[in-house]
Structures are given as C-alpha cells and as structure tokens.
C-alpha cells in the first residue's frame, strides 16, 4: 500500500499512550498522534527519526499522526492500523498462498462476541484471520508478540478456537513491520497467558502465520513469511 505524503522529525518523547513531541525539520516543535496502544519498546527512543501524516484537517485537535520511525537500521511503522490495511491488501492480491484463493476478502466481521479483521469467504466456505502488528525486538533478535499483557489478545485466541468448533477455518496472521529481526516467537516472558493460550488454540486447529513487510517512507507491503518459533 502506499502511504500519503509524510512529514519527518525527531521524537521528543512519547506519553499518556496516545500524545507523541516532536521537533519537525524546520525546529518547530509539534504533539501529535500516537496510534499504537502498547509499550512500543524498541521502537519509541527520544532522539530516533520519526515520519509523520498530516490529516490536513485544522479542527482535528491533533492534526499529525506518527506512522514510522527509523531506529538507525531500519524504518519501522508503529501505526498499528496499517498491519489491517497492508494485511487486506496482501490477502485480496493472494501474496499468502495458505489464505489465497477465496472469492470476497472482507474487513471487520463479527463472529461470536468478537469482531475479526478479516474473513475469507466463497460461499460457505468461511476463513477468519485475526491480524496483530508486531513492533517489539527480543534481545535474542527474534520478534516478539505482545509487548504488554493483553487480554484482548487472549479472547480473540479463544473466539478463533470456537471458529473452528464451528466447522470454519480460523487463522492469527502476525504483521512484522521493520527489518531489523530474525524469527518470531511469542513473548512469553511478558505474558505468559497470551503464550498459553496461543499454544491451546494451534492445538485446537487455529493456524498461525508471521511475515514481515517490508517499509519505507513511501510504501508498505508484506514481503516474506518468517519461521515462528514455539
């Protein structure tokens, strides 16, 4: 997918999870959106280059959102939305051969008490994916989900179990969006539960898949699938 024009910076710093400084190239100093929810450890150190989009819209109270940062390596998107979008864009494209070949790819589809980010459907033949943005660099260089403890995460694994109760296929699908990493693994040394409860949904028939994307300033889009280690 291509991504709007941006404006660059340097992060000041970031807090109250949703406010992020930042000094643009001309000096000024800004607070903009922070669209990611979680502890965005090694992704949010103050001094990093950072990437912008402007709504362009005067009565939105924060009018720049942050999209990238590059942490002298790599860009990495921190925007967590746009693993949804470039997931979609993959899936409808048939870039993931295990998720390709259905007629409708749809967003944001209900399902028990929950809602997915994707379903896959030719008749009733149903697949639902759920999509998870991955930020966090392990200090043994793989990947690593979550970066905070998450108990939504913990009921989509349980929801995507009962997809599959159903008859339907169901599938977690990890968006890696920087360049800097190896594999990928669940951060069971921060939420071990999350760990738990992933191993219980494969066991279950849930499928996993981690790929990376590849990001620039310019586009983004998923380029290679990763080994997930269990």
Request: aromatic residues 10%; negative net charge.
């Amino acid at each position: 997918m291509l991504l709007p024009p941006l404006t660059f910076g340097t992060l000041i710093k970031r807090y109250k999870r949703f406010l992020t400084d930042v000094e643009l190239e001309d000096g000024t100093v800004i607070t903009a959106h922070c669209p990611n929810t979680g502890r965005m450890t090694t992704c949010a150190e103050p001094g990093w280059r950072v990437a912008l989009s402007d709504s362009q819209n005067p009565k939105r109270k924060y009018r720049f959102t942050w999209e990238l940062v590059h942490n002298g390596q790599c860009w990495i998107c921190v925007n967590t939305g746009r693993a949804n979008e470039i997931a979609f864009e993959a899936v409808s494209n048939g870039t993931i051969p295990e998720l390709a070949g259905y007629a409708e790819v749809l967003r944001e589809q209900p399902f028990g008490n929950s809602r997915f980010d994707l379903l896959l459907r030719t008749g009733d033949t149903l697949c639902y994916v759920e999509v998870k943005n991955v930020t966090l660099l392990a200090e043994d260089g793989c990947y690593a989900f979550p970066d905070a403890v998450t108990e939504r995460g913990r009921k989509h694994l349980n929801e995507l179990v009962h997809v599959v109760k159903a008859g339907h296929r169901a599938a977690m699908l990890y968006v890696i969006p920087r360049s800097d990493g190896t594999t990928f693994r669940v951060a069971d040394e921060i939420d071990p539960e999350y760990s738990a409860a992933l191993n219980t949904a494969v066991a279950a028939g849930v499928e996993v898949y981690a790929w990376r994307a590849a990001v620039s300033p310019e586009a983004l889009r998923l380029r290679e699938p990763l080994t997930w280690i269990t």
